[in-house]
């Protein structure tokens, strides 16, 4: 450990005299003068006192070095172990520390602590966590039938859950019955959505011919009366997709036909000999490869993409009719390549061009993709930054809320069902509310929550916490006044039926001192505020509105 200014500080653990009931009474020989307890490796002074040796020298570093039963001149020179007595007092009888719980056993006092290790009445804690504390012997029970985290299965779906989460449990458990909100139909949990999507009579489902362009929306039982009434409509419907399907066809037979004709029968495409450069080496039966690939690129274009000879699969999904012609198409090419590697001709490979046009879309398409997870990221950064600037706002806003509520303020703590699943997984956990004070220049204050778990039930627990203030050297301590705690009925009941505890403070609990520390760690409440089940019962009703739980908080400073 270091100090401040970064030193050294070695931290001595000292031990003073034995504090057990000895049998018979310890005798005064054996009795330390410092701690009056038994002697602890006892010391004996050249003045014939005896001390423990923590215990003298102890004394001697913090005071003069003076006998502290004589007061004459003493050093630590001056003192020797008494081994004799350290002997003696080790076979003395000592009566076992948990004698108050039920152990009898009386034992020397130099097996004490090795007894003690053993003690069947020792009192232990739960090794689940359950902040209980049993004896040893009880141990096992408490394990297997009291603590409140054990494991037990459910006895419906046989799936484990800790003890304390039964009720969490039963309320998402797959086999529990539970009733269709739609049609009122009773069935286990786990079939709910199924019977929903399948078979439910009230549920709201889309026509059977909606993919085609019928928008009809009806419950699940009138849908085959809806079919019967719309059958001449729903035919107009599907003899129009059946025209624009025979529509694709044709159009995509065309274009195939665009793909041979270069090489096939170019006397009947006048318009692109027309277009040739009267100049051009080609031979008068071969299109030119920029015109020729326009037309391509206009032929397939009102389809949203580009075909390659390479890539069938926008073809051969409509018709193998077409994966023939383009074998065909390849097989004349591969003829074509042939002569002109024989012949020594130029002709056009409009496939290679094909490809260099389709490697150039593809490299702006990669450009793009770059831009927009480029621009993608820059939003994300801008969503946090708002993120961060909303939350500090929010806390900014609090704390000036909290600064001028004179004492009347109102905690409102959202997603409550999450926050109680969250507390009751986590017994250790609390939450805290923001500051408030009780006026601008008055006392701070703030609420402390978290839910125990007492009698077979869980509690919603509530303790106000004074805070350091910039008031509090201008302020009377400790504090003193009139605190109100309230969870509000947020319904529609008239009268409300508010739940509320007043209390007064009182000045010698150290949670109304002044704080020392940021917030004082000793609060004044309630352990048993509410039980949850009477809170969760509302739910959707008077305490809990849209998972909203509010508790308002009144401290009324006593006046001086």
């Given at each position: 450990?270091?100090?401040?200014?970064?030193?050294?500080?070695?931290?001595?653990?000292?031990?003073?005299?034995?504090?057990?009931?000895?049998?018979?009474?310890?005798?005064?020989?054996?009795?330390?003068?410092?701690?009056?307890?038994?002697?602890?490796?006892?010391?004996?002074?050249?003045?014939?006192?005896?001390?423990?040796?923590?215990?003298?020298?102890?004394?001697?570093?913090?005071?003069?070095?003076?006998?502290?039963?004589?007061?004459?001149?003493?050093?630590?020179?001056?003192?020797?172990?008494?081994?004799?007595?350290?002997?003696?007092?080790?076979?003395?009888?000592?009566?076992?520390?948990?004698?108050?719980?039920?152990?009898?056993?009386?034992?020397?006092?130099?097996?004490?602590?090795?007894?003690?290790?053993?003690?069947?009445?020792?009192?232990?804690?739960?090794?689940?966590?359950?902040?209980?504390?049993?004896?040893?012997?009880?141990?096992?029970?408490?394990?297997?039938?009291?603590?409140?985290?054990?494991?037990?299965?459910?006895?419906?779906?046989?799936?484990?859950?800790?003890?304390?989460?039964?009720?969490?449990?039963?309320?998402?458990?797959s086999r529990v019955t539970v009733t269709c909100e739609m049609c009122g139909a009773m069935m286990p949990r786990g079939e709910v959505p199924s019977h929903t999507t399948e078979s439910c009579p009230r549920v709201v489902v889309a026509c059977s011919y909606a993919e085609h362009g019928c928008h009809h929306k009806m419950t699940r039982s009138d849908l085959d009366q809806h079919n019967e009434q719309a059958i001449q409509y729903h035919l107009q419907l599907l003899s129009?997709?059946?025209?624009?399907?025979n529509a694709f066809v044709s159009d995509l037979s065309r274009t195939v036909g665009l793909i041979q004709s270069p090489y096939g029968n170019f006397s009947r495409q006048p318009s692109l000999r027309s277009q040739m450069s009267a100049t051009s080496p080609i031979p008068e039966n071969h299109s030119s490869p920029s015109q020729h690939d326009r037309n391509l690129e206009k032929s397939f274009g009102a389809y949203g993409g580009t075909v390659s000879l390479n890539d069938r699969s926008s073809l051969t999904p409509q018709s193998d009719e077409f994966g023939n012609e383009i074998n065909k198409l390849e097989l004349q090419l591969n003829n074509l390549s042939a002569s002109e590697t024989k012949s020594g001709s130029k002709i056009p490979n409009t496939v290679t061009h094909q490809e260099i046009i389709l490697r150039d879309v593809s490299e702006k398409t990669v450009d793009l993709n770059q831009r927009m997870l480029e621009e993608t990221i820059k939003l994300s950064n801008l969503s946090k930054r708002?993120?961060?600037?909303?939350?500090?706002?929010?806390?900014?806003?609090?704390?000036?809320?909290?600064?001028?509520?004179?004492?009347?303020?109102?905690?409102?703590?959202?997603?409550?069902?999450?926050?109680?699943?969250?507390?009751?997984?986590?017994?250790?956990?609390?939450l805290h509310s923001p500051a408030f004070y009780t006026s601008q220049f008055g006392y701070k204050f703030c609420l402390r929550t978290n839910i125990t778990w007492k009698s077979n039930e869980y509690f919603f627990t509530l303790?106000?916490?004074?805070?350091?203030?910039?008031?509090?050297?201008?302020?009377?301590?400790?504090?003193?006044?009139?605190?109100?705690?309230?969870?509000?009925?947020?319904?529609?009941?008239?009268?409300?039926?508010?739940?509320?505890?007043?209390?007064?403070?009182?000045?010698?609990?150290?949670?109304?001192?002044r704080p020392v520390v940021s917030r004082n760690p000793k609060g004044f409440g309630y352990t048993e505020f509410v039980p949850l089940a009477k809170l969760l019962k509302s739910q959707g009703g008077s305490y809990i509105n849209s998972d909203v739980l509010c508790i308002r908080a009144v401290v009324s400073p006593k006046a001086p």
């Open positions: 450990m270091e100090g401040s200014d970064g030193s050294s500080i070695t931290l001595i653990s000292r031990q003073e005299g034995f504090d057990y009931d000895f049998v018979p009474p310890l005798d005064s020989k054996y009795e330390c003068a410092i701690c009056l307890l038994g002697l602890r490796s006892p010391m004996q002074t050249t003045c014939g006192h005896r001390f423990c040796k923590d215990c003298i020298f102890n004394c001697l570093s913090e005071s003069s070095s003076r006998c502290p039963v004589d007061n004459t001149p003493l050093l630590e020179s001056d003192l020797f172990a008494d081994s004799c007595a350290e002997r003696e007092i080790l076979q003395l009888k000592v009566k076992c520390p948990n004698h108050a719980l039920g152990c009898s056993t009386v034992v020397d006092l130099m097996y004490i602590e090795h007894h003690t290790q053993a003690c069947s009445c020792q009192p232990v804690m739960c090794p689940n966590e359950c902040s209980a504390t049993v004896l040893q012997k009880e141990l096992e029970q408490h394990l297997t039938s009291q603590c409140i985290l054990r494991v037990t299965r459910c006895a419906l779906c046989d799936q484990p859950f800790t003890f304390n989460q039964e009720q969490l449990h039963l309320l998402s458990c129009s997709a059946h025209k624009k399907m708002i993120e961060e600037v909303d939350a500090m706002v929010e806390v900014q806003l609090a704390d000036v809320t909290g600064k001028f509520c004179n004492g009347e303020y109102v905690w409102k703590i959202k997603h409550f069902s999450h926050l109680c699943t969250e507390l009751q997984n986590k017994p250790g956990r609390v303790f106000i916490h004074s805070m350091q203030g910039e008031n509090d050297d201008f302020l009377e301590w400790p504090f003193s006044g009139e605190i109100t705690l309230s969870i509000l009925d947020c319904g529609p009941n008239v009268p409300k039926k508010h739940i509320t505890e007043s209390m007064v403070s009182k000045p010698d609990l150290q949670a109304f001192q």
